[in-house]
């Protein structure tokens, strides 16, 4: 599991600096476009895997940015990505995840600073026992992550799954 972990951060890392290649570009999908709205659904159940990709939205939010397009980013978090959005994780994901779950809390404090909205799933937070008042700053509680998906598509956001 530790190496699998390990493994993927690291894989992720080396991707990020190839992509960060000054010679790559998205011109031939952006022509035209100067501002972009992106919900991204996050669903994953390993922690790891999604500091990844939590790390990932603020990459896509800097390249948007060196490409000259506004983002308007959103993220949604349904079934068991809840678990790891809370001051309170139950005592076995944080015994098992504590130092991940604390990246998380950074990561998601970054995505905040730059202009990420977020929602919780208030149905996931439910069944896996989270109370939504120990939602991460600022993540806000909704009734339905597939409502918020529903929502934000019929407005005009594209969807981008993270499952």
């Known amino acids: 599991m530790l190496i699998g972990s390990v493994l993927s951060l690291l894989s ?6 190839q992509a960060g290649d000054a010679n790559l570009n998205n011109q031939a999908a952006l022509k035209g476009i100067s501002e972009i709205y992106t919900l991204y659904d996050v669903r994953k159940a390993n922690p790891n895997v999604m500091l990844s990709y939590l790390k990932g939205i603020e ?6 940015l060196k490409e000259k ?3 308007h980013l959103r993220i949604i978090f349904i079934s068991s990505a809840v678990q790891f959005i809370t001051t309170e994780p139950a005592d ?3 015994m098992e995840y504590g130092d991940t779950l604390k990246g998380i809390a950074d990561q998601i404090a970054r995505l905040k600073d730059i202009g990420v909205k977020m929602e919780a799933c208030s149905t996931a937070t439910a069944y896996f026992n989270v109370d939504n008042e120990t939602l991460l700053p600022g993540i806000v509680p909704v009734r339905s992550g597939f409502l918020s998906v529903m929502g934000w598509q019929a407005q005009g956001y594209s969807l981008v799954p993270v499952y």
């Open 12 to 17: 992720f890392h080396s991707l990020s600096a």
């Open 69 to 71: 397009v506004k983002p």
């Open 59 to 64: 990459s896509n939010y800097n390249n948007l």
């Open 92 to 94: 076995n994901i944080e």
